[in-house]
């Protein structure tokens, strides 16, 4: 996808000083930021999730992870709680 974007001419003359010194286009510069400041983001949020809150997401995970076609009977479920 390609995005026009304005960039201040001071961060723009920082930008292009990094990507020299990293050896590093520019836009591949932008792409390293914005993906290291989403991680980032993400991290922050999961770190202020209460424990029942990330008890409940690694759930959801693992049930996204399941095969939705693979079936069990009813009487194999109580074999295994018994």
Avoid: W, Y
């Avoid at 999730?49 to 759930?59: A, I, P, Q, R, V």
């Avoid at 399941?66 to 194999?76: K, Y």
């Amino acid at each position: 996808m390609r995005k026009n974007i304005d960039i201040d001419d001071n961060v723009l003359k920082k930008l292009k000083f990094l990507s020299a010194v990293e050896e590093i286009s520019v836009k591949k510069l932008m792409e390293k930021a914005i993906s290291f400041f989403v991680e980032s983001k993400e991290k922050e949020r999961l770190n202020s999730l209460s424990e029942e809150e990330k008890e409940d997401l690694g759930l959801l995970l693992l049930m996204q992870q399941s095969d939705r076609n693979d079936i069990v009977s009813e009487e194999e479920i109580m074999k295994e709680l018994s």
